[in-house]
C-alpha cells in the first residue's frame, strides 16, 4: 500500500507506528522477508512478538536485520502501547541499532526511540503520527546521528471492505518529503488486494493478503523508477484474539 502504514491497527504497527498494537488482543507472531531490487545483500528480514496484557497495556518484541556480511544493520526494539479511552492510542518503542561495516572497522551501536499516536476521529476516520530518534548520536569517527524521522497519515473507510490510506514522511537525512498513498479492498471473504504509490523515490507497489483462523500470509511487490522490483513476504499467527477494530 505504498509503505503506508503510520494509521494501521495490526501486529506490523509495531515496525511503522507502535501506537497502532495498542488495541491488539493475545499472543500474536510475525515473520516477514524482503528482498529488495532481488540482491541477497540487501535483503531485510523482521520477527515480531506481542503479548496483551489485561488493564495494562500491550508489549512488543521487534528483531530487524537488512544486509550481508560485509555490512549490516540490526535493530532491537522493545515497544509498550496502550488505549486512553475510544479515541486515543499512544505507543513508545525503545531501540537498540548495532552496525557492522566489515572486518576493518568495530561494530557500533546507537539507542534510540519512536513515539506514536493514533486517534479514531469517527467512525470511518482514523489518524495517526509518529516520530523516531530526536536524540541520539552514533559513536563513529564522524559522530553520525540516526536520521530524525516524522510521520503523519490519515485512514477513511469508505465502506467495511474497502479502505484508502495516505501518508507524508519527512527523513531529515533526505531533502523533500515523502508522499504515500494506498488502497485496500477485501473483494472475496478473507481475500484482500492491495495497491499504492510513494513518491521520493518515487514506487509503485501491489499484493494480496489471506486470513484463515487466525493466520495471515502477505505477498506483494514494489517498483523502484531506477533501482527495479523488489518481493516482501509476510506471515502471521495470532493465538487469540483479533484487533477490537479495522477502522
Known sequence: ?????????????????PAGIASLQGWQFGLYYENQWLLKETAFKSGIAIKTLPNIGT????VNQ?????????????????????YLQIGLRADYYLFH?????PHRGALGFMLGLQSQLTERLRVGACLAHPVQRLKTLHED????VMRFGITYCFTKDFIGQCEI????????????AG??????????IRAGAQHNPNLLSFGVGYMLKGIEMDVAAEVHALLGPAIHVGFCFELRGRPKNRG
Open 1 to 17: 500500500m505504498g509503505r503506508t502504514g503510520c494509521c494501521d491497527i495490526n501486529l506490523w504497527s509495531l515496525q511503522n507506528n
Open 59 to 62: 508489549l512488543g518484541l521487534l
Open 66 to 86: 537488512f544486509g550481508g556480511s560485509d555490512h549490516s544493520e540490526s535493530l532491537f526494539g522493545l515497544a509498550y502501547a496502550r488505549a486512553f479511552g475510544p
Open 101 to 105: 561495516w566489515g572486518d576493518a572497522y
Open 145 to 148: 546521528r540516526l536520521p530524525i
Open 169 to 180: 514522511e519527512h527523513d531529515n537525512s533526505r531533502e523533500g518529503v515523502k508522499l504515500k
Open 183 to 192: 488502497l485496500e479492498y477485501e473483494i472475496l471473504h478473507r481475500f484482500r
